[in-house]
Structures are given as C-alpha cells and as structure tokens.
C-alpha cells in the first residue's frame, strides 16, 4: 500500500527550520537585484545615488531593513546547522541549534532596532 505523507512531519521542529531557510534565502535572493539597482545609481553621479538613499530614509524602508537583517541573521545560522549536517559527524547539538537560530536572529533584530533609534 502506498503511504502517503501526513502532518505529522510538519510538527517536527526541522520542518520550520527547512522553512524559515526557504523563505529567507528566496527573500534575501528577491533583494539582492534591487540592491544592485540602488547601488548603481552612482554611475549617475553622487547626487542620484544620495537622492534615491534620501528617498529610503523613511518607515518603511527601515522595516524592511530590520526584516532583511533578521532573515540574513536566520539564514546564516540555518545554512550553518546544515553544513553540521553535512560535514560533520551526528551530535546532539543539532537540535539545540535550532532553537539557538531563533535566538540569535531575535538579539539580531533587537540589535538592529536599537541602532535605528540610538
Ligand atoms: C549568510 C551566509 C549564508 C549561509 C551560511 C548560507 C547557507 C546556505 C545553505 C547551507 C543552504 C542549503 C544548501 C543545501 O540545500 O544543501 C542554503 C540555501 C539557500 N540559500 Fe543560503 N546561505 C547564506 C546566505 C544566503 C544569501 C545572502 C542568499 C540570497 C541572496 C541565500 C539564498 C539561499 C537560497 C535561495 C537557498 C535555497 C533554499 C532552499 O532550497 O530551500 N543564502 N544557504
């Protein structure tokens, strides 16, 4: 009889884990070309890329760079428990890792956000 796959997987700390690396590295990839777009104003002269940079400083450019360091800050811990994974023999640590992940890209954020109001 063929199995087929139920939620029960979904429940698994790893399943959010896989997701949360998903999400974040599409997101950080849908930036990047927009990022480069930005940058290249300079070749207009100084003042085009000081105007478009005038342009982000408000609310909701700031959200949107707090949300792209707390992805960054995940991904990053995230890419690193799967190269554990992968190159390095199984341990326990692993599973704290996740949780570790989580708490790094929390300090991230609030660090992050304490700079925009400092
Ligand atoms: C900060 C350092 C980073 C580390 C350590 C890292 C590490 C990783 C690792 C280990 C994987 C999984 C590869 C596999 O399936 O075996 C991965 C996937 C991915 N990364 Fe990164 N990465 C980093 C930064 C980035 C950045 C800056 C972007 C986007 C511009 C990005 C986009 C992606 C995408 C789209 C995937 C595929 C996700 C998926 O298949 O679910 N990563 N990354």
Redesign the pocket.
Known sequence: MMRTNDFRARKHPAYWA?LV??VS??A??A??PVHFWAMGQAIYGEAALDEFIRFTDRALFKFGEWGLVVL?AL??M???R??LI?FRPWSGLRKNWIAGALGFGAAAGMAFALALIG
């Open positions: 896989f690396h998903r590295g599409l950080l990839a930036f990047l960054l991904h990053m995230g890419g690193v799967l190269l992968e």
